[in-house]
């Protein structure tokens, strides 16, 4: 489909002000069941950008939030290098996880309401966004989630003092979901999988489970690690569980 993008929403998310958005859905009139995609730590980059405007062609209204409005300027993206991942990591362990859900339940909302939106929604996130995107698939309208290579689930680090619940509270998600893996990832480790999985099977989730012969970061089409195959591969499957679970 032909998309609109660019467009940009602002936020107000309690207690830490405004959260930009960006927008990408179909131009197609219509409304369309809602994906909110959280980025890596880079925020939204040009990769990113390319990622929701994937997602938003095959009939989505896909929003992007910046997941540290409240550290830097609305609009800031950090590079894709050194100073730019030691920027994003300190950020990652600075924000509090009570931050993150409510930036969560904050854009939902907004989703939800906007008026291309039929008011069904998804989550997709890589790296630390697949960690989000499945705790924001713990709020009961969600029906659907997608998590790449999700960064400290298995570990309980993230956020501020690096202690989440997201293991624990598992046993709340509603949500079906899918977790895709690279079994080359050095960020989450065989056994970090298996404690996953198995907490997976211990609450009855239903969920699907993919280990890719990738690296971390194999969606992002900038740099060494990027697998265009298996890119497509995701896609597939991604858009396969959004038919299923959003109808």
């Not at 991604?238 to 299923?244: I, P, Q, V």
Request: with cysteine.
């Amino acid at each position: 489909m032909i998309l609109h993008r660019d467009e940009l929403q602002d936020v107000d998310v309690a207690d830490s002000g405004s959260m930009r958005m960006h927008l990408f859905r179909p131009a197609a009139p219509g409304r369309f069941p809602g994906v909110l995609l959280f980025s890596e730590i880079y925020q939204v980059t040009a990769p990113i950008r390319r990622l929701a405007a994937m997602i938003a062609g095959n009939g989505y209204v896909v929003a992007v939030p910046e997941v540290y409005h409240e550290y830097e300027p609305l609009g800031t993206v950090l590079d894709y290098d050194a100073a730019g991942t030691e920027r994003g990591n300190a950020l990652k362990f600075a924000k509090s996880v009570a931050a993150y859900d409510a930036d969560a339940v904050a854009g939902l909302t907004a989703l939800q309401e906007h008026p291309a939106c039929d008011g069904r929604l998804g989550t997709f996130g890589v790296c630390l966004g697949g960690h989000l995107a499945y705790r924001a698939a713990l709020d009961p309208r969600v029906s659907a989630a997608a998590c790449f290579y999700p960064t400290d689930i298995h570990s309980g680090t993230l956020g501020e003092g690096r202690s989440d619940d997201s293991l624990t509270r598992m046993a709340d998600l509603k949500a079906e979901i899918m977790f895709v893996w690279g079994r080359q990832d050095p960020h989450v480790p065989y056994a970090g999988r298996e404690a996953i999985r198995a907490r997976l099977e211990e609450v009855a989730a239903r969920y699907e489970w993919h280990e890719m012969n990738a690296q971390h970061a194999f969606l992002r089409d900038e740099g060494p690690r990027y697998d265009p195959s298996l890119f497509l591969q995701s896609m597939a499957l991604t858009l396969g569980l959004y038919r299923r679970a959003l109808r």
